[in-house]
């Protein structure tokens, strides 16, 4: 795994501060700010990021229109970064377990 994506998932994980995202909300989400990270966009985790984030979240274990709307809302985000970057996707099997990274006390 790249740093960069590292440090994005760990930027994110604080963020979160135990709280947790829809997988595809989490892998798009540390995408972006992996895209920040490497073009060097300060903040990292901007208003719309987290604004994402916190819309994720209470989503979580609803489904239907709150995760459809927040996908939608971080798809128009990606596009975005993405236009200002060449990067490739971002994804990571790591991601996969942010709900167990994100928890454990020490993990970052």
Same mark, same amino acid.
């Given at each position: /795994? ?5 440090? !994005? ?10 709280? !947790? ?26 208003? /719309? ?11 979580? %274990? ?16 990606? /596009?975005?970064?993405? !236009? %200002? ?24």
């Amino acid at each position: /795994m790249a740093l960069s994506t590292e440090a !994005a998932e760990a930027l994110v994980a604080g963020y979160l501060d135990g709280r !947790a995202l829809p997988a595809a909300v989490y892998k798009a989400v540390v995408r972006a700010a992996r895209a920040r990270l490497v073009d060097g966009d300060v903040p990292v985790l901007d208003e /719309m990021l987290c604004s994402v984030i916190d819309r994720g979240v209470q989503a979580e %274990g609803v489904h239907g229109f709150a995760v459809l709307e927040t996908r939608k809302t971080l798809n128009r985000a990606l /596009m975005q970064a993405d !236009a %200002g970057s060449s990067l490739g996707s971002a994804g990571s099997n790591a991601a996969d377990d942010h709900r167990t990274r994100a928890t454990r006390p020490g993990a970052w």
